[in-house]
């Protein structure tokens, strides 16, 4: 069964650069690498998604290497606001499951 | 474009109580998803459907069951509430592309007494 594995909790400062690493256990040929944000009483919220390489949008940059066991999401000059629990997971090209780990709980202090 | 809509946001029950939560999305999505989330944990599926009509167990489906007589709507059922199910439950949507995005509704939070 396919499954990541993240650090529990991540400390960090305003303006400096997060990065957490997720490895994947048997990701699948056809797995996207998916990453979601949660806020405290807040459903979890897409960040970014990636097959291999690396993918770069207005929040955050995600980077996979070519063997694709692991990946990196990286969070660039962090926020206050940046505070949440980020959560790596597969994503099938063909639907079913959506299976969360426990996720990462990013702390951003002043 | 309401997105993923959850009815009710709070509820309390006593034990031995039934109840049902409504999820709603107007994204006209194939998958859906029912979680729950316990303090301080991550995200546990309970059931999914991949389709009108369908059904799957997920990781935690005792205690629920599930039905989607409509694309747009999935329901989930608790028989016979327990307070092991005081939790906050998220129901989530998503298209059937590759890769695709969910969707995420804002939670109802069940306490059972």
């Known amino acids: 069964l396919a499954k990541t594995t993240q650090p529990i909790s991540m400390d960090s400062y305003e303006g400096q650069e997060v990065n957490i690493t997720c490895s994947h256990n048997?990701?699948?040929?056809?797995?996207?690498i998916t990453w979601y944000q949660q806020f405290p009483s807040q459903g979890p919220r897409f960040i970014i998604q990636?097959?291999?390489t690396k993918v770069t949008n207005e929040v955050a940059s995600l980077f996979i290497p070519a063997d694709r066991k692991s990946s990196t999401l990286s969070l660039p000059r962090v926020s206050l606001s940046d505070t949440a629990v980020y959560y790596c997971l597969f994503c099938k090209a063909a639907g079913n499951k959506l299976t969360f780990g426990g996720g990462t709980r990013v702390l951003v202090k002043p | 474009n309401a997105g993923v809509t959850q009815t009710p946001k709070f509820r309390v029950l006593k034990t031995g109580q039934s109840m049902t939560l409504l999820c709603a999305q107007d994204?006209?999505?194939?998958?859906m998803y029912w979680y729950r989330q316990d303090p301080g944990m991550g995200l546990r599926l309970i059931h999914y459907?991949?389709?009108?009509?369908?059904?799957a167990k997920g990781e935690v489906p005792d205690g629920y069951n599930v039905s989607r007589l409509k694309k747009q709507n999935f329901l989930l059922g608790l028989e016979s509430a327990a307070p092991s199910q005081t939790s906050v439950y998220f129901c989530?949507?998503?298209?059937?592309?590759?890769?695709?995005?969910?969707?995420f509704g804002q939670g109802t939070r069940l306490t059972v007494v």
């Open positions: 990636g097959y291999k």
């Open positions: 989530a949507s998503r298209g059937s592309g590759a890769g695709t995005e969910a969707f």
């Open positions: 459907s991949v389709g009108e009509g369908t059904t």
């Open positions: 994204m006209n999505h194939e998958y």
């Open positions: 048997n990701i699948a040929t056809n797995d996207y």
